[in-house]
């Protein structure tokens, strides 16, 4: 079975501070793991994937993940927060053996301060 | 433009009375799914469809129905709705790029109102 655990429901920085959402799996399968952002009142934007290529995956706008198998972690992080990255993140788990059943975490909010 | 389209994108409705909430995609995507947004439970998947008459269950099916006549449209069917279905609901496509990551797509929300 699928779960996926974000540590944190909120994370404040400083603008230009370093970023870093935490989030845990599971997967029964080789997992395919997805960060998506969602802006307040808006859709949700892909920010990167990952899928068994590279374990350092780089996203949009300075994101990038890092898959540890060992750990069954993904932490989304970016060197340098903006204040527009305030926002809300959630990490994402689908694995072959679940088809295209997909569960996403309750969510990390982000607060950039200036 | 390559997107997915939902509609109504804001409805109130009453106990009982049957609604359909349509979605859309132009992107000629095989996967299609519908998911409710609750504040502090992120994003829980209703129902999927992998293909043309192909659906299947998500994490919270109760209360919803769906079907997929067509490879573009994936409706989703609220036949008596009740006021704990009030939620912001989301539509999705998607494609698989190397053997099973569905990338999803979203539609821009219906935010529902059930008195």
């Known amino acids: 079975a699928q779960s996926v655990t974000q540590l944190d429901s909120h994370v404040s920085v400083s603008e230009g501070t370093p970023v870093l959402l935490r989030c845990n799996y599971s997967s029964s399968y080789s997992p395919s793991l997805f960060w998506y952002v969602q802006h307040p009142n808006k859709g949700l934007q892909l920010l990167l994937k990952?899928?068994?290529?590279?374990?350092l995956v780089k996203g949009i706008n300075g994101f990038e993940a890092e898959f540890k198998k060992s750990e069954t972690s993904f932490h989304l992080t970016k060197p340098s927060a903006h204040m527009s990255d305030a926002a809300e993140y959630f990490c994402v788990v689908s694995d072959r053996g679940g088809g295209f059943k997909t569960i996403f975490g309750a969510g990390t909010r982000l607060f950039v301060k200036a | 433009e390559a997107q997915v389209t939902q509609n109504p994108r804001y409805l109130i409705t009453v106990t009982g009375k049957k609604l359909t909430v349509t979605c859309s995609q132009n992107m000629n995507h095989e996967y299609m799914s519908w998911y409710r947004q609750d504040p502090g439970l992120g994003l829980r998947q209703i129902y999927y469809?992998?293909?043309?008459?192909?659906?299947d269950k998500g994490d919270v099916p109760e209360g919803y129905k769906v079907s997929r006549k067509e490879k573009r449209n994936f409706p989703l069917i609220l036949e008596s709705p009740s006021p704990n279905q009030t939620s912001l609901y989301f539509c999705?496509?998607?494609?698989?790029?190397?053997?099973?990551?569905?990338?999803?797509?979203f539609g821009p929300g219906t935010r529902l109102t059930v008195t």
């Open positions: 999705a496509s998607s494609f698989s790029t190397s053997g099973f990551s569905y990338e999803q797509y």
């Open positions: 990952y899928t068994s290529a590279a374990t």
């Open positions: 469809s992998m293909n043309v008459e192909v659906t």
